[in-house]
């Protein structure tokens, strides 16, 4: 498995968690690093992505309230989330991207991390 997500679980509408993407075997410095998100019923939807030299890129559905960081040192990539909405709950995969942008399909993934929304 190349890359792990991990941070999700139960949130309360509003709250605010952090997401983590860990490179296991590989160096992130390189690639493009982004997020998407699967939601029962709903079609895998790309939601951020950051390059090695740190262009980045918001889906629409995220711009304003999700935040994506990498640090190199670590092997990681983050999705900060704020101001959840109802549409968010899904589960949560990073992949390795050619590019970001909403043109480009994610590369390698790993396992997801599950994002749950509930008072």
């Known amino acids: 498995v190349p890359l792990q997500a991990s941070g999700g679980g139960l949130v309360q509408p509003g709250g605010s968690p952090r997401l983590a993407c860990a490179a296991s075997t590989f160096a992130l410095d390189y690639y493009a690093i982004g997020w998407f998100r699967q939601a029962p019923g709903k079609e895998r939807e790309g939601i951020s992505c950051?390059?090695?030299?740190?262009?980045?890129y918001y889906a629409d559905s995220v711009k304003g309230r999700f935040t994506i960081s990498r640090d190199n040192r670590k092997k990681a990539v983050y999705l900060q989330m704020n101001s959840l909405k109802p549409e968010d709950p899904a589960v949560y995969y990073c992949?390795?991207?050619?590019?970001?942008?909403?043109?480009?399909?994610?590369?390698?993934w790993g396992h997801g991390t599950q994002v749950t929304v509930s008072s």
């Open positions: 950051i390059t090695g030299r740190d262009v980045i």
């Open positions: 992949a390795t991207y050619q590019g970001c942008g909403s043109g480009f399909p994610p590369g390698a």
